[in-house]
């Protein structure tokens, strides 16, 4: 099986070398956790490989995010001007008003945008920051599964490396269904110890790879994220 790096120190040592290719990754956190960076640093380490990549914001503005981004040195409108990388702004379908967009679901909605995109760009790396966004309007619970089961089966079908961000763990019992689907399930915690905050990351699960399952210490520098994959998280 073919893996895909993911441009994280440490966590493609934790994984034997990346990702799955074309397969599904969630990654759980709360705010705060880093979900954006994990997400966007997967991406430009695609560019650099000269893998076209698809970006889409469901929750923060684009131009907030772009900005963001400069200071960690990653100047992502020159990599849409090069045309290897496209960014959606899927935020201003989420928290459109009702009679503003047309009666479809939220993901369904912009699920057939990311399809479009996705195949004429011909990417090969995607990623949906944060999936919470797009369901949390959805007040049946039923209908919330079927959305989702939906935009797993396109992004199947798009057969390129993805990663969905949420804001929900399966402690809270509410998003659940996305666990399931997900070949990869990656969790962020921020605990506090000793009036310290320490950041653990834990792959949950790696369907088909090889992968160290225990908890270990991450940060966010100005590099970027970097796990510490050989330290053992003492509490």
């Known amino acids: 099986m073919k893996k895909i790096p993911t441009g994280?120190?440490?966590l493609d040592e934790m994984l034997?070398?990346?990702?799955?290719?074309?397969?599904?990754?969630?990654?759980h956190g709360g705010p705060g956790s880093g979900k954006t960076i994990f997400s966007l640093q997967f991406i430009m380490n695609g560019l650099k490989e000269g893998e076209p990549g698809?970006?889409?914001t469901l929750e923060e503005p684009l131009g907030l995010i772009k900005a963001n981004m400069i200071a960690l040195g990653w100047e992502l409108e020159k990599f849409e001007k090069e045309g290897s990388l496209r960014m959606i702004d899927g935020s201003q379908i989420v928290y459109a008003e009702k009679g503003s967009r047309n009666s479809a679901p939220v993901i369904a909605e912009f699920s057939n945008q990311i399809e479009q995109v996705v195949k004429t760009f011909k990417a090969k790396r995607l990623a949906i920051?944060?999936?919470t966004s797009a369901v949390v309007h959805q007040p049946?619970?039923?209908?919330?599964?079927?959305?989702i089961g939906r935009l797993f089966k396109t992004l199947r079908e798009l057969k390129c490396t993805s990663i969905i961000a949420s804001e929900y763990s399966s402690a809270e019992g509410e998003?659940?269904?996305?666990e399931y689907l997900a070949d990869g399930v990656i969790i962020l915690f921020k605990t506090l110890q000793n009036f310290r905050?320490?950041?653990?990351?834990?792959?949950e699960k790696m369907r088909g790879v090889k992968h160290d399952d225990q908890p270990r210490?991450?940060?966010i520098t100005d590099k970027g994220f970097i796990v510490y994959y050989t330290e053992p998280v003492t509490i």
């Open 8 to 10: 994280i120190t440490g």
């Open 16 to 27: 034997g070398g990346g990702f799955p290719e074309g397969r599904i990754i969630l990654v």
């Open 54 to 56: 698809v970006y889409v």
């Open 129 to 131: 920051d944060p999936i």
């Open 140 to 147: 049946f619970r039923d209908q919330k599964r079927i959305e």
């Open 175 to 178: 998003f659940y269904m996305e």
């Open 197 to 203: 905050m320490i950041k653990t990351i834990r792959v």
């Open 217 to 219: 210490r991450y940060e």
